[in-house]
C-alpha cells in the first residue's frame, strides 16, 4: 500500500511540475489554480470520475476519451487538460488525486501560502477558522489556507497538520493517552 502511494506520489509530481512550469511561463498561473481546485472538486464529488481513473475495467483509449470530454466539459486549459490524456495514455490516470495534491502545494509554494489540515469533532464557526488562520499564519511566518473536515470520533478537540508538525488536541487521543498511563501503573 504505502509502495503504490509512493509510485502515485513520483508519478504524479512528475506531471504536477510540467504542468506548473508550462503554466507559469505562459502566465496561466492563477487560472490554472482556478482549475485545480475544479479538478479537485469534481474527483471528491464525482464517483463516477474517481472509477474512470481507478478501474482496470477501461482501456487507456476509453479512459483518454472519457478525460478528454471531462476536461473539455470543464473548461481545462490546453495544458492540462493535454496532461490528463497523456496520463490515460500511459496508464497513470490513477495518479490524478495525487496530481492536484502536487499542483496545489506547488500553488501555494510560489504564492507564499501553506494549507493546515484541521480536522475537529465539530464544524468550526468562522471566528474559530479566523482565530485558527491568524495564529497559524504568525506562527509560520505564511499566508494560511484551512483545510477543515469533521470527525466526530474525536470526541472533542481537533488536530490540526501545519507541514510537518502535527498538534492533537482532540479528546480521543488525550483518552488513549489516559489509558496508555493506566496500564502502566498495573
Not at 113 to 135: D, F, G, N
Request: glycine share 6%; charged share 25%.
Amino acid at each position: 500500500m504505502a509502495n503504490t502511494a509512493s509510485i502515485s506520489a513520483n508519478v504524479a509530481g512528475r506531471y504536477a511540475q510540467a504542468v506548473f512550469d508550462i503554466a507559469r511561463e505562459q502566465g496561466d498561473f492563477d487560472l490554472l489554480a482556478g482549475q485545480v481546485d475544479d479538478l479537485g472538486r469534481a474527483l471528491s464529488e464525482s464517483e463516477d470520475l474517481r472509477t474512470l481513473t481507478t478501474s482496470p475495467l477501461y482501456s487507456r483509449e476509453e479512459q483518454g476519451r472519457a478525460i478528454g470530454a471531462v476536461a473539455e466539459r470543464m473548461g481545462l486549459s490546453p495544458v492540462l487538460a493535454n496532461t490528463l490524456r497523456i496520463m490515460a495514455r500511459n496508464n497513470r490516470l490513477f495518479a490524478v488525486p495525487e496530481l492536484v495534491r502536487s499542483l496545489k502545494s506547488l500553488v501555494a509554494e510560489a504564492r507564499g501560502e501553506v494549507t493546515a489540515e484541521v480536522v475537529s469533532a465539530a464544524p468550526l464557526t468562522q471566528e474559530q477558522e479566523r482565530r485558527l488562520t491568524e495564529t497559524l499564519a504568525q506562527k509560520s511566518g505564511k499566508t494560511v489556507k484551512l483545510d477543515a473536515r469533521v470527525d466526530d470520533t474525536l470526541i472533542g478537540g481537533m488536530i490540526v497538520k501545519l507541514g510537518s508538525q502535527m498538534i492533537d488536541s482532540s479528546i480521543r487521543s488525550k483518552l488513549a493517552s489516559l489509558q496508555n498511563v493506566l496500564k502502566e501503573v498495573r
